[in-house]
């Protein structure tokens, strides 16, 4: 079948600068465009409590390595990308059963599978523990003891892996963010906080005494959640993503913006 000018212009923009394996695979699903964004642009949910995923600059405006997977995303597409940043993650859940959205950046929590399907990983994080001054256990092992109050983000990946996890600790849900797990700590409302190691350091940092437990509970996998309608597109953003780990683009992100305990997947 012989494509029009039109139809090939449009192929050849989302696949400009992506190698070959990467050119196969979108030539392999020519209604991709179509198929991720059907309103003619890219709409993106991204949590904006997360700094591993998103950062926000002075002015205001998003970053982060969502913000540099999705714009990389929508380039290949050819279409505009529209950012939608949701508070946290109980908020970003909340919205799944919307169609606000073509994609979600965020961990490939199976909670969220009854409406998403998931890509090859483009992040790990580490997930660990930040514990308030004078609180009793000295490493993660140590957490899940009969006394111990365990704040979480409700919602997120950590809320769902401790769940099962925990056993004897009791587990305290707060939203998603810095400030609320800063002040769990601070009020001694919890003993400690389960979180990704970044965002745990920086609560360490800023709370007088805080510090965090040696070891790690958990290792999150960051993925392009797209609709179960769009499933039939996944090949060809498993080439992208794949791609972006290779040639650097999820790398220099993490860099740029200062993470820690995260790295590109092997």
């Not at 600059?57 to 505009?80: E, H, I, Q």
């Amino acid at each position: 079948m012989r494509l029009s000018r039109r139809r090939f212009l449009h192929l050849a923009v989302g696949t400009a600068g992506l190698p070959a394996a990467s050119q196969f695979a979108w030539a392999q699903a020519p209604s991709a465009p179509a198929t991720l964004s059907p309103t003619g642009k890219l709409r993106v949910a991204l949590i904006a409590s997360n700094p591993v995923l998103v950062t926000r600059g002075t002015d205001g405006s998003l970053g982060g390595v969502s913000v540099s997977v999705a714009r990389t995303l929508a380039a290949r597409l050819g279409v505009p990308v529209e950012l939608k940043p949701y508070d946290n993650p109980l908020r970003y859940n909340e919205s799944l059963a919307s169609d606000d959205w073509d994609i979600g950046l965020a961990a490939r929590d199976p909670s969220r599978a009854e409406y998403l399907a998931f890509s090859v990983t483009f992040m790990e994080v580490d997930n660990g523990y930040v514990a308030r001054a004078g609180a009793t256990p000295t490493t993660a092992e140590e957490v899940d003891r009969a006394g111990v109050k365990v704040a979480v983000a409700q919602g997120s990946a950590p809320h769902a892996v401790l769940t099962r996890l925990i056993k004897n600790a009791e587990i305290i849900q707060v939203p998603g963010g810095f400030e609320p797990a800063r002040e769990a700590l601070a009020t001694g409302k919890a003993d400690v906080y389960g979180e990704n190691l970044h965002l745990a350091h920086r609560i360490a940092e800023a709370l007088p005494g805080a510090h965090v437990l040696p070891g790690r509970f958990n290792v999150v996998q960051m993925a392009i959640g797209v609709r179960k309608r769009a499933a039939s597109a996944l090949p060809a953003v498993d080439e992208l993503v794949n791609g972006m780990r290779s040639d650097g683009t999820v790398e220099k992100a993490i860099a740029e913006a200062g993470l820690r305990g995260v790295r590109v997947p092997n």
